[in-house]
């Protein structure tokens, strides 16, 4: 098996929420680079990396921008005639055959869950997960939708960046196993 990576990324705001009425409820052009820049970047440029997500998450990307380019997307679904609509759009109805069958792809670098809260539930405890990427907005926002708790064998914190988008402060970590 190759050593593709899987990393968690996700941004929370101050009190860990992270949606509201299957949407994200702030509109952050920090964060949207970020994600675009960790999740689409690879050290060799014949691969790409791979994002998984649940199907309220892609149904919540705008028609145009999915599927998010440059990167193998996955979603995570439990409907058999759910359609992606894509050749190029894998659709699974397990995560950890999702995330065997990505290490196993010769074509594909590091994998990155991308939520939504479900699927962040289901992963953070998963023995597969190396890393999580968290923002975090120091802001509130009303949200309906919170991400778990870190889980302590995460416990190599790295702040990569601080920013400030509208005078809200934006934090990036990267927690990682020891
Ligand atoms: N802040 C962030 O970084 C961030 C990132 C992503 C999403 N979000 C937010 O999170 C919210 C969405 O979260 P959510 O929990 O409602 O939805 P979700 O996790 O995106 O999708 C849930 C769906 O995924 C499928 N699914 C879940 N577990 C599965 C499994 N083990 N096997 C197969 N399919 C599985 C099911 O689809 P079917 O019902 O089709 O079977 C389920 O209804 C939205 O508000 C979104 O904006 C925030």
Known sequence: MKDSKVYIIVA??????IGKNGKMPWDLKSDMKHFREKTV???DSEKRNAVIMGSVTWESLPEKFRPLPNRKN???TRNSEFD???DDVLVKNSLPEAISDLKEDKDIENIFI???ASI???SVDMPEVDGIYITIIENSYDCDTFFPQVPGRFNKETLLKEEEENGTKIKFYLYEKE
């Open 84 to 86: 992606a609509k894509n």
């Open 41 to 43: 970047s690879t050290i």
């Open 12 to 17: 929370v705001e101050h009190n860990t929420g």
């Open 120 to 122: 962040y539930r289901q």
């Open 74 to 76: 996955i979603v995570l």
């Open 114 to 116: 991308i939520g939504g």
